[in-house]
């Protein structure tokens, strides 16, 4: 048996296109998945969408065994290597 998982940012954008009045949001979102501002810029994304039925709910994994490098987040530089704007 073939079993479909979709990305629960993606459905949720979908939800939002096809609805209008249900609250729409995952019940946490692991900030340890994505880096920070590409979550921050698709539950943007999402509430702009959703005329703003969006709710956010974030936490952190139980353990570091919970997270998983990808190509967003193995490129992280540390703060530390920041060059001042100004």
């Not at 729409?24 to 969408?49: E, F, H, I």
Request: hydrophobic share 35%; aromatic share 6%.
């Amino acid at each position: 048996m073939l079993e479909t998982t979709f990305e629960c940012w993606t459905a949720t954008a979908a939800l939002a296109r096809d609805t209008s009045r249900i609250r729409l949001g995952q019940m946490v979102t692991c900030n340890g998945y994505r880096n920070p501002a590409l979550l921050a810029k698709m539950a943007s994304t999402v509430d702009v969408l959703s005329h703003g039925r969006l709710d956010f709910g974030i936490g952190a994994a139980g353990t570091s065994t919970n997270t998983w490098p990808t190509a967003t987040t193995s490129r992280r530089r540390p703060a530390s290597g920041l060059r001042d704007a100004g």
